[in-house]
């Protein structure tokens, strides 16, 4: 079983639709969440982090933790074309001597005008 | 502006050769990363680095090597490039808080 697990997708979603993307992790000290978007021969950005059990919004973003389902999830409401990327999930595991980054694969998300 | 630069941003070397791909950035962050990545693939971590002098290899077994001298600059060398080597390189540097910061990568072709 992988540390990071993601729906490699596609994901397709009409234009003005709320997109749903999931990341679920394996290990219960993992204490920190990341959501990067990263463009076709781009590399990653961050959009959101988040470290606390609930809801974080930031625009037209919403990432929701459950640490006792060990999943978290990055909403996209109202997506548009410019959307359509890959979006990598990545977790902060404690390691000794510090933490350790694990990303996940990424999903494949298209927007459809 | 607080940023992180590699360069080249494009290579292609022939076999045998040997390189240098740049990496610095002006956020004084300690911890810095190189990722390698073919297309549409996963990010696999080769190298990384918790600050001057300390370097460590990543899950990726590679051939590459990396320096620390200073806290901005974290370069990495192909002593004898090869064509499976050929990939995307890229580096990224982290904060104690806030997640990474990826440069705009090297995309290497070793003919």
């Known amino acids: 079983q992988k540390e990071v697990e993601q729906n490699s997708g596609p994901l397709s979603v009409p234009e003005g639709a709320i997109a749903s993307l999931n990341c679920t992790y394996s290990?219960?000290?993992?204490?920190?969440f990341f959501w990067y978007r990263q463009y076709s021969g781009k590399s990653p950005e961050l959009i959101m982090f988040?470290?606390?059990?609930g809801d974080k919004e930031d625009g037209r973003f919403t990432a929701q933790l459950n640490k006792a389902s060990q999943y978290v999830s990055l909403l996209i409401r109202d997506s548009q074309p410019s959307d359509s990327a890959t979006y990598l999930c990545a977790v902060n595991i404690e390691r000794s001597g510090g933490f350790k980054t694990i990303f996940g694969a990424g999903t494949r998300l298209f927007v459809k005008a | 502006e607080a940023d992180i630069y590699q360069t080249p941003r494009y290579l292609v070397i022939g076999t045998g050769k040997k390189i240098t791909l740049e990496c610095s950035q002006t956020?004084?962050?300690?911890?810095m990363y190189w990722y390698q990545q073919d297309p549409g693939m996963e990010l696999h971590l080769i190298h990384y680095s918790y600050g001057v002098n300390s370097t460590e290899k990543g899950d990726l077994s590679s051939e590459s090597t990396v320096s620390r001298i200073r806290t901005e600059h974290f370069p990495l060398t192909l002593e004898s490039a090869r064509p499976s080597h050929t990939s995307q390189y890229l580096c990224?540097?982290?904060?104690?808080?806030?997640?990474?910061?990826f440069g705009s990568g090297t995309r290497l072709t070793v003919v």
């Open positions: 988040i470290y606390s059990n």
């Open positions: 290990d219960r000290g993992s204490q920190s």
């Open positions: 990224a540097s982290r904060g104690e808080i806030r997640g990474y910061t």
């Open positions: 956020m004084g962050h300690d911890k």
